[in-house]
């Protein structure tokens, strides 16, 4: 079907509540997206860090069209296939355990593929004595799996810790669209049009130790979380410092409260570590992830340490389409792709290499990031970042701005140096 066509079909029935560019993509292969016209895009953007395998990549292809042909749906009543190996992966790989992680995936890749060897994945998966273990609800999306993280950080506070209901967020942050997450998300531009919105929320400015302290001793005990990305992507990919991650968690726990990173945008390999707590030798008790946890699937998840997750009960949360049978197999093929082809490594150095790539790009003023998550600013003889990234997609290629002078890259993890010097020499061209 014609863009033409679908921009009428749009215009009359769908809500306008995007702003989209003039292409209407109808196939992909790895890092290309290609239109209704037939015509290539090298895609820098990924679905917003969806697509961690590409596009059309042959492991999830096959995953999901043999599980489309057994079951797609059962509901949480049931136990099903795949669900189990996911947490006991994330679990895993939430403890920097990458051996551990590759043995779980060595084991559910073989179970799949040749019956009876559920015993190596037991054994694979059980926690190594004095191991972390890390429980999961599954979820659709990254704010649901934020609303479950902070349900679960009040309700561990009124039945096992302070007794406090109030949230620590940064200014700055994203962390979904729901009431709940507009009010954890600190930008008056998404909040002003909402309100009333739920209570419960004070606001720190990002990397302000003082501001940070300040607030605790205002709050003391009241204070049951704080909830952070440990790299606000939204703002401009900014990341923490190291500083203010390990006062976070000092104050917090100093309270009897819990630190929740928002690994939405950040985690499953995409900074160069699992997670991007990593990179700071801070360990979160909740976490939140989605985005590439399935690689173009919808799903989300919220992961807490065994001791905070056990105060939920049934019936305290609930998810009709979460952990579902396309779900979960949908993430067992990304985890299990990811933690065996080592791209926690690859991001690291194609990252890298991207980084220092950009910097030397004419009227580039600062790159920051981690792995394959990185901003750049642009000084204001470019004008505005978006002209810049309509330029991008006549030329070929698919990049987000996050501000007037802010564009963002979230490629897929297979990304290559080839494909970050077509990135750079197509930006250098556009931006002279």
Known sequence: MSLSTQKALESSFVMHTFGRSEVDFVSGHGMTLVDDAGREYLDFLAGIGVCCLGHAHPVLTDALRAQAEQLLHVSNYFYIEHRGEVAALLSKLANGDMDGARAVADAAVADAAVAGDADALLAAAAPAEGEQVWETFFANSGAEANEGSMKLARLYAKRAGNGGNTIVALRGSFHGRT???????????????FKPLPGGFVACTPNDVDELRGIFERYGSEICAILLEPIQGESGVHPLTQEFMEAAAELVHGVGGVLIADEVQTGIFRSGKPFAFQTYGVEPDIMSLAKGIAGGVPAGACVAKKEIADVFRPGDHGTTFGGSCLAAVAACAVLCELTRGRYDEHA???????????????????????????????????????????????????????GAHTLRFLPPLICGEAEADALVEGLTKVLA
Request: hydrophobic share 45%.
């Open 179 to 193: 009431l709940e997450t507009i009010a954890a998300t600190m930008q008056d531009r998404l909040q002003d049009s």
């Open 348 to 402: 690291e150095q194609v990252g890298g290499y991207l980084r220092e790539k950009l910097a030397g790009v004419p009227h580039v003023v600062e790159v920051r990031g981690s792995g394959l998550m990185i901003g750049c600013d642009l000084d204001e003889a470019v004008g505005d970042a978006h002209d810049v990234v309509a330029k991008m997609l006549d030329a070929g290629f698919v990049i987000n701005a996050t």
